[in-house]
């Protein structure tokens, strides 16, 4: 059963047209984090929630925003998608204990036109 | 600035091989983590190292950390084609319970019969 879940998997969007990515998890994990991952590069965190706390990495546009309505979701709004903001977006989740890894979903591949 | 290194970035083996896989990093940390990556597909954890000295292996895969060294290995016995895919390795360098990671660029593996 999937445990951490990320719709839609494909988007296309328009330059400036604002999108939203979502991700769901079944985990009753604490901690959510956004990763954009471009092509052949590493994934860059771009935000996390502790419960609901939000932290914003430092270099994060602020194009980019988040919301966690409740544990179960957490949301990516791209205000004015730029093509430099084509990427694979990573949904990640992890309980907050120090054994624990990130299980990631199987992301969402963002097109802008 | 804090820096994760791997290497090689690319390689490529034959089926049979062994080889090791090189992930540095420039900040203390007791944790490391690495991870697997399909092409398009999302990332598996493989392996979490939580202490210096710390051993794990899984089937052909082997991971190890030297916190003193600042070094962890990813080492591949008798490679198979089922391995090709690329691997990261992660750090968290803030401690803590929120889990932050800074990845490597990746080793891109590619086993060939």
């Known amino acids: 059963d999937a445990m951490v879940i990320q719709n839609p998997r494909y988007q296309v969007t328009q330059f400036g047209k604002p999108v939203t990515l979502s991700c769901s998890q079944t985990?009753?994990?604490?901690?959510m984090y956004w990763y954009q991952q471009k092509s052949s590069q590493a994934p860059k965190l771009l935000f996390h929630?502790?419960?609901?706390?939000?932290?914003n990495e430092a270099d994060t546009p602020d194009n980019f925003q988040s919301r966690r309505p409740n544990t179960s979701f957490c949301f990516l709004d791209i205000r004015s998608p730029g093509l430099g903001d084509a990427a694979m977006y990573l949904c990640?989740?992890?309980?907050?204990?120090?054994?624990?890894?990130?299980?990631f979903g199987p992301g969402t591949r963002l097109t802008v036109l | 600035e804090l820096k994760v290194e791997q290497n090689p970035l690319f390689l490529s083996m034959q089926e049979g091989k062994n080889y090791t896989i090189y992930c540095n990093y420039s900040?203390?940390?007791?944790?490391l983590y690495w991870y697997r990556q399909d092409p398009g597909k999302s990332l598996e954890s493989l392996f979490v190292l939580l202490s210096n000295g710390a051993v794990k292996q899984e089937g052909r895969l082997m991971a190890s950390l030297d916190t003193k060294a600042r070094l962890s290995t990813l080492h591949i016995t008798a490679a198979v084609h089922d391995l090709s895919a690329t691997y990261f390795c992660?750090?968290?360098?803030?401690?803590?319970?929120?889990?932050?990671?800074?990845f490597g660029k990746g080793t891109k593996l590619s086993v060939k019969p």
């Open positions: 985990l009753n994990h604490n901690v």
């Open positions: 990640a989740t992890r309980l907050a204990v120090r054994t624990d890894t990130q299980y």
């Open positions: 900040t203390t940390s007791d944790r």
């Open positions: 929630y502790y419960d609901k706390d939000f932290n």
């Open positions: 992660a750090v968290d360098p803030y401690g803590g319970s929120q889990g932050n990671l800074i």
